[in-house]
């Protein structure tokens, strides 16, 4: 099992939707989730974290955490094209401590006109 | 600007070559990592470093070495053992090697085997 799954995609949702991306993690431990926006050829822009059980919202996006089911998702309201990269979730294990952090694989997200 | 800067952009080795990536901050962050990307595949961690002179391997460390002389620098040397070397190297920082602190990134490094 990996330690941080995410479905691949690509997701494709119409420009004005509502885009919902999805993460698991293994380590019942983890302290502390963060997503990443990557577009082709770039490296990762932190874009959320979130740290406690339930919703945090920053302009169009939400980050939801659940630990019980030991699950992260980002939500982004009013797609827009500018809004098609992959986002990888990352977390930070409690195994190790610090600030190591284990990535997913991305999913590729496409917003379409 | 403060920021992540990692040079050269593009860099390309003949095998049997060392060659040695550069990533400078200028955030006064404590901790800087080093990262491997694959094509489809997330970022795999190769060596951090939470002080100056003290750092410690990650989960693919081989054929790989870093030094932290200063705060600012952490340079990764690819040495010849890296069997597989072709790859997007990306160096990130943070304030401290803490469980809530958020890593930035620079501009990444693409190194390509010939």
């Known amino acids: 099992q990996k330690e941080v799954e995410q479905n691949s995609g690509p997701l494709s949702v119409p420009e004005g939707a509502i885009a919902s991306l999805n993460c698991t993690y293994s380590?019942?431990?983890?302290?502390?989730f963060f997503w990443y926006r990557q577009y082709s050829g770039k490296s990762p822009e932190l874009i959320m974290f979130?740290?406690?059980?339930g919703d945090k919202e920053d302009g169009r996006f939400t980050a939801q955490l659940n630990k019980a089911s030991q699950y992260v998702s980002l939500l982004i309201r009013d797609s827009q094209p500018s809004d098609s990269a992959t986002y990888l979730c990352?977390?930070?294990?409690?195994?190790?401590?610090?600030?190591?952090?284990?990535f997913g694989t991305g999913t590729q997200l496409k917003v379409e006109l | 600007d403060g920021g992540i800067t990692q040079s050269p952009k593009y860099l390309f080795r003949k095998e049997g070559q060392n060659v040695t990536l550069s990533c400078e901050q200028n955030?006064?962050?404590?901790?800087m990592y080093w990262y491997r990307q694959d094509p489809g595949q997330g970022l795999r961690l190769i060596y951090y470093?939470?002080?100056?002179?003290?750092?410690q391997k990650g989960d693919i460390a081989e054929g790989y070495s870093v030094s932290r002389e200063k705060k600012e620098s952490f340079p990764l040397t690819v040495t010849s053992a890296q069997k597989n070397p072709t790859a997007f190297y990306l160096c990130?920082?943070?304030?401290?090697?803490?469980?809530?602190?958020?890593?930035?990134f620079g501009p990444g490094t693409r190194l390509t085997v010939l």
């Open positions: 955030l006064n962050h404590d901790a």
């Open positions: 979130i740290y406690s059980n």
């Open positions: 990352a977390v930070n294990p409690i195994t190790g401590g610090g600030n190591k952090l284990t």
């Open positions: 380590d019942r431990g983890s302290q502390s």
């Open positions: 990130a920082s943070s304030m401290e090697l803490a469980a809530y602190n958020e890593q930035f």
């Open positions: 470093s939470q002080i100056v002179n003290d750092f």
